[in-house]
């Protein structure tokens, strides 16, 4: 059970294993005293010890919960404001505090101007996990306007350097795991093309002599699809602390008379290991994050045609590739990019949201009633944030489209940003996807976002630099109009692949999708990163018509692969032989048996592809009498894999039956754990799925 002690000016967030400490000092100033292992309560006090001198001053100097600028405090702030008498400082005293079951909130004054500053903290019950944001309130009769608008800041307690692992990915290459030692100085994550993007996570993973079973795992996740930034520092006095937000880069925010204003959430947690970091986030996203009332439903096993078909959809060849996937097994037949406006290719067409009647002359309903025949759900594709200059749309509304009046609108991927910030772009795009769901069967929405904004003129705004948080509201706003107007339907955030995959996206949308990458070898690593702070629900996984590019691999490792997340199938069934047809849906209806396990069990990453050259990843369910285990390998090399394969998470004392190369095994958990089984793994295709079953 979580808790929160209150002792004099001493506040302690109790949770499952773990405390975060917070104090008040003598002059009313916020101060960090410690997150980590628990301690005695009674034994936590605010450290007084601090020197000054002319350069180096305590406030600079003492860990505190939220650094606002002003006064002697130099390091990177979490708050920056400008008052309307021109002052930039904040001078921030403690004035109370309100408990609400396990949510405490710290409240703070400006020592003069009419600014309150909240710091929130939620903890749940049996994790290890607190959500931190920050409320900021005018309660003055003029603006304030803010520079810096950070939701947390986090100080770790080793005066040791601390390493942190984010990634550095791309399109097509998503969450490539980085691992830097902050010995000093600072480091920054972040995103600045109006997404989180590709590049950079919104998180952090700090650690200190840690793997998937110990050390000290320190981490983070933003919930904030727009601009972040996470940055790290390691100062003078050699403390480690971060701060996670709103990027500050071209950032304004201004909050009028009267209003107040919540940062964005941020997921923090301390665990022993990364493993049990990502099974705890895994169980929170879970349990806290996903919109409800899905969040413990299990997705359904997805077609979807792009590559199948590209931008030449039609109403024949989507009719024989939903017959070829209602009988490999597919539940829910998702129909890409291509049906809509001039769409041939990627020059023309978005914004013109209407059934292109070259392709369908009988509109969606004659392709939805043949999917729906076959017994499967049907999804559509649509990029709503965007617009093709050749369109009807920006024809019309040249003007809906982010620019500056003397500059060129530049065109990525053929297309420009929509002004998400305008209220008639709002209601088009709500109006639109609206009339798609209300006119058509349609369960399912693969939301795409395939550029990074430019250009960002916004003259409708009153603070142009708003649009940057705007935007991402707006489609947050969409998104949960759409859903509740139509309840059973599910929205699939893209981006390019995984460039809109983080807890913020995961508040609204109901999947990701993951990579357009879909080749088996490069996949094992992609998803990898993305399973150490996202769950393994969200992550949208399809074996399509690659079979690698440089790296050939069967259709059953494609699919052991691809197992290993929410599964879908992506290729031109209609080109595939029996014999693979017949191996997709012998795959397909085992997973069926297993994606309860999968999707919602717990993670074991046991062997790791690059690293150990095998890979084996098992999942076990939550009484611990069922688990699945993926074995691949692809290229072993020395003749050197002959080990015993052990596996986790089991329980000791009961008895399990498993076969593995085709031998049937009997064993007890702890057998299992700590002897294994021996194995000979070798080969360029090695793949195995095993499934351990509790003997009652
Ligand atoms: C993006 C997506 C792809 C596909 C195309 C369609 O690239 O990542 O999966 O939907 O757009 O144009």
């Known amino acids: 059970m979580s808790k929160i002690i209150c002792r004099d000016k001493i506040f302690v967030i109790e949770t499952e294993n773990t405390h975060y400490v917070i104090g008040i000092d003598n002059e009313g100033f916020n101060r960090h005293v410690y997150w980590g292992k628990k301690c005695d309560v009674n034994d936590y006090e605010i450290d007084y010890n601090h020197g000054e001198n002319a350069h180096n001053t305590v406030l600079d100097e003492i860990t505190q919960e939220y650094t606002v600028f002003g006064s002697t405090m130099y390091r990177e702030c979490a708050l920056k404001a400008n008052f309307a008498d021109g002052c930039r400082e904040v001078d921030l005293k403690y004035t109370g505090y309100e408990q609400n079951g396990n949510t405490l909130s710290l409240n703070f004054s400006d020592t003069y101007y009419p600014l309150t500053v909240t710091l929130n903290y939620k903890a749940v019950d049996g994790l290890d996990i607190i959500t931190r944001w920050t409320t900021v309130k005018n309660t003055g009769s003029e603006s304030i306007s803010f520079e810096k608008l950070f939701s947390a800041e986090l100080t770790f307690p080793s005066k040791k350097p601390y390493r942190f692992k984010n990634t550095n990915g791309s399109w097509g290459g998503e969450f490539l795991e980085t691992d830097t030692e902050l010995k000093g100085g600072s480091l920054a994550f972040q995103s600045r093309g109006g997404v989180s993007g590709h590049n950079n996570s919104p998180s952090f993973i700090a650690y200190q002599n840690a793997d998937e079973k110990v050390g000290d795992v320190y981490f983070a996740s933003l919930a904030y699809s727009g601009n972040f930034k996470v940055s790290a520092s390691r100062d003078l006095y050699n403390t480690t602390r971060v701060l996670l937000g709103l990027n500050d880069f071209d950032f304004e925010y201004l909050l009028k008379a009267g209003e107040s204003f919540d940062t964005p959430k941020v997921f923090c947690g301390y665990t022993c290991g990364f493993g049990e970091m990502s099974r705890q986030m895994n169980k929170f996203v879970i349990d806290c994050i996903f919109p409800k009332p899905y969040n413990k439903t299990p997705l359904p096993v997805l077609y979807n045609s792009w590559e199948a078909t590209y931008f030449d959809v039609n109403s024949e060849n989507q009719c024989a590739l939903a017959e070829k996937a209602a009988e490999i097994g597919v539940e829910l037949f998702v129909m890409d990019d291509g049906w809509f406006g001039g769409r041939n290719d990627d020059n023309a067409g978005l914004g013109d949201w209407f059934v292109n009647k070259e392709k369908f002359p009988n509109g969606l309903s004659e392709l939805i009633e043949k999917v729906n025949s076959l017994g499967m759900d049907f ?153 150490l702070l996202r769950p393994t629900k969200a992550m949208r996984a399809w074996v399509t018509g690659i079979e690698g590019i440089n790296k050939p691999c069967s259709l059953d490792f494609r699919f052991a692969v691809a197992m290993q997340g929410s599964l879908g199938v992506g290729g031109n069934l209609t080109k595939y032989s029996d014999e693979d047809l017949q191996i997709c849906k012998k795959n397909i209806a085992l997973y069926k048996e297993i994606r309860d396990i999968v999707q919602f069990g717990d993670l074991y990453r046991i062997l790791d592809i690059e690293k150990d050259e095998v890979l084996l990843n098992q999942y076990v369910n939550e009484d611990k009498s069922k688990s699945v285990a993926f074995l691949l390998a692809n290229g072993t090399r020395f003749y050197k894999k002959r080990m015993p394969i052990c596996f986790d998470g089991l329980d000791e004392n009961k008895r399990y039956r498993l076969t593995i190369q085709n031998n049937t095994y009997e064993k007890s958990g702890a057998y299992l754990m700590n002897v294994g089984i021996p194995l000979h793994i070798r080969g360029v295709d090695y793949n195995e799925i095993i499934i351990l079953e509790e003997i009652k």
């Open 379 to 531: 999804g559509l594709w649509v990029e709503p944030e965007m617009v093709n200059p050749d369109s009807d749309l920006y024809r019309a509304h040249p003007d809906w489209a982010y620019h500056y009046p003397h500059r060129t609108a530049h065109e990525l991927r053929n297309q420009l940003v929509l002004n998400m910030t305008r209220e008639d772009v709002q209601e088009y795009i709500f109006n639109l996807l609206d009339t798609l769901l209300t006119e058509n069967n349609i369960k399912y929405f693969k939301w795409d976002m395939n550029r990074a904004l430019s250009e960002t003129g916004a003259e409708n705004l009153e603070v142009p630099k708003m649009l940057w948080y705007l935007h991402t509201k707006a489609v947050y706003d969409i998104v949960d109009r759409l859903k509740a107007k139509h309840p059973g339907v599910t929205i699939e955030s893209c981006c390019s692949g995984g460039g809109r995959s983080d807890l913020g996206a995961l508040q609204h949308f109901d999947m990701f999708w993951t990579s357009d990458n879909t080749d088996g070898i490069d996949r094992m690593t992609i998803q990898k990163g993305c399973s």
